[in-house]
Antibody
């Protein structure tokens, strides 16, 4: 079955960078694009961007495009999301999700940004 | 950016009742509208895609309808486990996917 397993929780200082991983299994890795969605505490869902795992094309939200980078490692079937220049507003649970309809979701990675 | 407005913000109903959740888009999204259910501490779960297609394993008491700018999710005969927050999402503009702010459904 399709599984997306994300890296663990992280504590970061303001100004630092973050890199979250999402390891896919149970399907051919390049079949589905991967999106990243985050959710601040008590808030709704925010789409961050998408990477085509076949050709590494990316689309980023306009809000985050200057700070976010998504990459793949096809040798390990893993997608990475890097976010730079963190502020407290980046405190959130970060999810990876696969397919156009977001059928499959990782378990979420809690990121806390605090001095 | 396409704005999705969900209503009501909160809905409190009893088991067995019918719930109707609304999602309105600021411009047409054709039928590129998806519904998700999220329970506390869990990732969202896909319910309905392309406005009216039920995802695999979703009970038939969940029905999506609409096109263009007005969409609804109907849950017939509510069950206690339907308590959750429901989000709509559009992918008409793939460069700027957006979610609605959510509707909290309480079953009491």
């Amino acid at each position: 079955q399709v599984q997306l397993v994300q890296s663990g929780p992280e504590m970061k200082k303001p100004g630092a960078s973050l890199k979250v991983s999402c390891k896919a299994s149970g399907y051919s890795f390049t079949t589905y694009g991967i999106s990243w969605v985050r959710q601040a505490p008590g808030q709704g869902l925010e789409w961050m961007g998408w990477i085509n795992t076949y050709n590494d094309n990316t689309k980023y939200s306009r809000k985050l495009q200057d700070r976010v980078t998504m990459t793949t490692d096809t040798s390990t079937n893993t997608v990475y999301m890097e976010l730079q220049s963190l502020t407290s507003d980046d405190t959130a649970v970060y999810y990876c999700t696969a397919t156009d309809h977001f059928d499959y979701w990782g378990q979420g990675s809690l990121v806390t940004v605090s001095s | 950016e396409i704005v999705l407005t969900q209503s009501p913000a909160t809905l409190s109903l009893s088991p067995g009742e019918r719930a109707t959740l609304s999602c309105r888009a600021s411009q047409t999204v054709y039928t590129y509208l998806t519904w998700y259910q999220q329970k506390p501490g869990q990732a969202p779960r896909l319910l309905i895609y392309d406005a009216s297609k039920r995802a695999t394993g979703i009970p038939d008491r969940f029905t999506g309808s609409g096109s263009g700018t007005d969409f609804s999710l109907t849950i017939s005969s509510l069950e206690p486990e339907d308590s959750a927050i429901y989000y709509c999402r559009q992918r008409s503009d793939w460069t700027a996917i957006t979610f609605g702010q959510g509707t909290r459904l309480d079953i009491k």
